[in-house]
């Protein structure tokens, strides 16, 4: 896979088998845009937000941390908060787009269906190797029920964590509580 396949940005750091992933995660999602009959808009911002979402994924701790200096999360989730800030800084202003890739390792309650379509599709892409049957019939809900498929994503991807009394970062426990 390479970047221009996937039009990342010249500055993204990612590794061939993290565009792979990234490759995934824009393929689902165009087939949800295109099962759901969006308009062309919405399609596009679907479209951007997951092959951008991980363009900063493999880069190092240290230049995550200068592009987003002051922000509290740990290094597996700065990836996002950071391709955010670069992606505005070169001018993307669609904020649906902006905040889905922002927090799309964290979640938020307060995400439009770019966000929303994002977070299924990054954990429902085929490539991931855990409870493959039940992630894929999830993936196949999505057009039909939308917000019913995006509660039960959360839900899997949360419950193990709450119940094992873990600290959810306040986006993460907003999420949850709004969909429980």
């Known amino acids: 896979m390479t970047t221009d396949v996937l039009d990342l940005p010249a500055w993204s750091v990612a590794s061939d088998k993290r565009r792979a992933h990234i ?69 993307e202003s669609r904020a649906g787009v902006l905040d889905a890739i922002r927090w799309h390792t964290v979640g938020s309650a307060a995400w439009d269906r770019t966000g929303k379509a994002l977070y299924m599709a990054d954990f429902l892409e085929p490539g991931r190797s855990f409870e493959r049957e039940r992630r894929a019939a999830l993936a196949a809900s999505v057009p039909a029920d939308f917000e ?33």
């Open 148 to 180: 019913g498929a995006f509660r039960q994503v959360v839900r899997m991807r949360l419950e193990p964590r709450v119940a094992d009394g873990e600290r959810l970062h306040p986006q993460t426990a907003a999420l949850w509580e709004a969909v429980r």
């Open 23 to 91: 490759a995934r995660v824009t393929a689902l999602i165009d087939s949800w845009a295109s099962a759901m009959r969006l308009d062309a808009a919405e399609r596009s911002a679907w479209h951007d937000a997951a092959r951008w979402h991980d363009a900063l994924r493999d880069a190092p701790d240290a230049e995550l941390r200068a592009i987003v200096p002051g922000l509290d999360l740990p290094p597996g989730a700065l990836h996002g908060p950071a391709a955010a800030a670069r992606l505005a800084r070169d001018g």
